[in-house]
């Protein structure tokens, strides 16, 4: 295994995590304006970005364990980009790996960052919501059995119309 085809793998990842950073932002803008159908689209576009996401980090996985192995690493579950840099022997190598690396994370740091914003955006809008229900949705404890609210206390005799006596 070559650290040019770790490199390429890299490329990909970054391109993909653009790619669902720009969805990210279109997100944002889907939640501000409460559409519920194109968010629901946005969803799928988001998983079917995770899910190309994935296999590439497998792709890269492999690759990178191959390539340390090959260098005579003893084999972990934790094989790392960091790792390929340290084991390449140019000078060239490693700083292809290292510049790769380092756009690949600030990516996946705005991402993360725009995924937080995108979170609160929807707790805001759940709240808004749970807060226009409450208000429209009366509260059991303030009825009384003839569905009108109870406004306080009545210490006039109220008049019935059952008459107990008959």
Do not use: W
Not at 12 to 23: A, D, G, N, P, Y
Not at 25 to 50: C, P, R, W, Y
Not at 66 to 71: N, V
Not at 112 to 117: A, C, F, G, M, P
């Amino acid at each position: 295994m070559s650290v040019e085809a770790i490199c390429s793998t890299l490329t990909k990842l970054e391109r993909m995590h653009k790619s669902l950073l720009e969805l990210a932002f279109k997100k944002t803008e889907i939640i501000k304006s409460g559409n519920i159908e194109a968010l629901d689209q946005m969803l799928k576009d988001e998983q079917a970005h995770v899910a190309a996401i994935d296999k590439l980090e497998q792709q890269r996985q492999i690759q990178v364990t191959d390539y340390l192995e090959a260098k005579g690493f003893a084999s972990t579950d934790k094989m790392t980009v960091a790792d390929v840099i340290e084991a390449a022997e140019q000078q060239t190598e490693k700083d292809t790996l290292s510049s790769v690396r380092n756009r690949l994370m600030l990516i996946i740091e705005d991402l993360r960052k725009q995924n937080d914003l995108n979170q609160k955006l929807v707790f805001q809008s759940l709240q808004f919501v749970n807060l226009t229900l409450d208000t429209l949705r009366p509260r059991p404890e303030q009825m009384n059995y003839s569905g009108s609210e109870v406004r306080g206390t009545n210490t006039v005799a109220k008049k019935s119309y059952f008459d107990s006596q008959a």
